[in-house]
């Protein structure tokens, strides 16, 4: 069982940044696949960024695709998504998600890949 908790979220201007850590309970977190998704207002939940289990491969979004980077450190069981030049678009409940380390997944971006999810911490981007 893996444990998910997300925090760094906040209120920002347009045009600023926020770094949002996922610190991960257990010790197979560097086992394990994460994702980031996020959830607007009267929207689906969406996904964001993914990134493989040694952090070689990563995947993003088109909406955010040259602004936001996922990362990772296994040494500290903890994954980061360091979000720049944000716009109020991105406005939502960011919410970090893990693989169980004993599955492979083909994608970042399906969310029913993901067994471990965090509660989530709010993203708000004022104009």
């Known amino acids: 069982q893996v444990q998910l908790v997300e925090s760094g979220g906040g209120l920002v201007q347009a045009g600023g940044s926020l770094r949002l850590s996922c610190a991960a309970s257990?010790?197979?977190?560097?086992?394990?696949?994460m994702g980031w998704f996020r959830q607007a207002p009267g929207k689906e939940r969406e996904f964001v960024a993914g990134i493989s289990r040694s952090g070689g491969n990563t995947d993003y979004a088109d909406s955010v695709k040259g602004r936001f980077t996922i990362s990772r450190d296994n040494a500290k069981n903890t994954g980061y998504l360091q979000m720049n030049s944000l716009k109020p678009e991105d406005t939502a409940v960011y919410y970090c998600?893990?693989?169980?380390?004993?599955?492979?997944?083909?994608?970042?971006?399906?969310?029913?890949?993901?067994?471990?999810w965090g509660q989530g911490t709010q993203v708000t981007v004022s104009s």
């Open positions: 998600a893990a693989v169980n380390p004993l599955r492979a997944i083909a994608t970042f971006r399906v969310q029913t890949a993901y067994d471990y």
């Open positions: 257990g010790r197979t977190f560097s086992s394990s696949a």
